[in-house]
């Protein structure tokens, strides 16, 4: 895949690895602020599915860091232009299916299924697990974004 321009694009899907690398630092960390503005500004849209919460507080409540627990409550809930979609029946039988298709893992197979019936252009993650699948993944650590 080409280089992604962020001023084309208008609706993402963001992984789970996207909001801990965020959070919690990583060598994405300058880019993934960039991406967040532009979130939060309204020039782009982004959603994640609710299993980005389990995820990502999982280790926080693991090691008893409440104050992370709360900051990561806090992005999740009340970002602007950020939806947050249930995994609901719709979600659930699309990942049933993207799962065989492409012997994706069941949390992988959920995200790109709330990815693509959410109508997003892009979905945004630093797993390889994505690697057979036939719709626009970006790799953070592929530089195929600007």
Known sequence: MGRIDLETV???SLDSNCFIYL???SPYEKFLLHLFRKIENGDLQAVTSTLTVTEILSHPYKKGNIRL???YRGLLSSFPNMKVRAVDFHVADRAAELR???RLKTPDAIQLATAILEDTQIFVTNDKDFSSVDFPIVYLQSNNLR
């Open 100 to 102: 065989n298709q492409y």
């Open 23 to 25: 959070m919690e630092g």
């Open 10 to 12: 208008q609706k993402i």
């Open 69 to 71: 627990v709360e900051e």
